[in-house]
Nanobody, 121 residues
Framework: QVQLVESGGGLVQAGGSLRLSCAASGIILGINAMEWYRQAPGKQRELVASITSGGRTNYADSVKGRFTISRDNAKNTVLIQMNALGLEDTAVYYC???????????????WGQGTQVTVSS
């Protein structure tokens, strides 16, 4: 079975930094896009950043210039470096990957379990 496991969340003061990582495991034949989403209390889940297999990135306007997404294709891992964190960045962060797996066979999207990021004043 394919699993995406996030790590790196926690409590940080406003203006601080955190780095989240997400590792995909299982029989993985190839990964297309890898993305980070977040969901704050009472709000819809929103796309924060994405990166293609070729390394092309895209960011939500609210995080441009502060967050950097990267990936290690050899390790099936996606990272997001978050700098200059503000109270508005408090949310549960989820990684998502569209990938082809050998078990179960086929191309589909997978979600991680989420990791809490809390920014305090």
């Amino acid at each position: 079975q394919v699993q995406l496991v996030e790590s790196g969340g926690g409590l940080v003061q406003a203006g601080g930094s955190l780095r989240l990582s997400c590792a995909a495991s299982g029989i993985i034949l190839g990964i297309n896009a890898m993305e980070w989403y977040r969901q704050a209390p009472g709000k819809q889940r929103e796309l924060v950043a994405s990166i293609t297999s070729g390394g092309r990135t895209n960011y939500a306007d609210s995080v441009k210039g502060r967050f950097t997404i990267s990936r290690d294709n050899a390790k099936n891992t996606v990272l997001i470096q978050m700098n200059a964190l503000g109270l508005e960045d408090t949310a549960v962060y989820y990684c998502y990957a569209e990938l082809t797996s050998g078990s179960p066979w086929g191309l589909r999207g997978y979600w991680g379990q989420g990791t809490q990021v809390t920014v305090s004043s």
